[in-house]
Structures are given as structure tokens and as C-alpha cells.
């Protein structure tokens, strides 16, 4: 994985619960499925408003 793909780990993807994509990103890559980043994050456990934006991000991370 080059630099430039982690460039965006910083991002807070759940303003809820302050969930940045690489906190998303560590939780995948340690085998978690969606439940359980959702809760060990606190993504998805606010308002919902995530719920789009962390599917689709990992879509992307199962793709890769």
C-alpha cells in the first residue's frame, strides 16, 4: 500500500462518534465485519447519517 492510499485516514467518517476512515480501516483489516466496527467504533450507533459513507468505504476496502 503506497502513502497516498492512506491519505484520507485522518477523515472523521462518523461525526457522531469522531470514527476516522482509519479507524474504520485498522477494524477491517483486523477482521472485524461492519457489526462489530460499528461496535468498536461507535459508527452507526448516532444518527445514521454515516451509514452510506462507511458501506461505501468498505465496499472500497474489500474490493482491494
Request: net charge negative.
Amino acid at each position: 500500500m503506497s502513502d497516498g492510499d492512506n491519505a484520507d485516514d485522518s477523515e472523521i467518517i462518523c461525526m457522531c462518534s469522531g470514527t476516522t476512515r482509519g479507524k474504520i480501516r485498522k477494524l477491517f483489516n483486523d477482521g472485524m465485519d461492519l457489526e462489530a466496527i460499528s461496535n468498536w467504533s461507535g459508527a452507526l450507533s448516532g444518527c445514521g447519517g454515516c451509514e452510506w459513507d462507511v458501506a461505501t468505504f468498505l465496499a472500497e476496502l474489500s474490493a482491494q
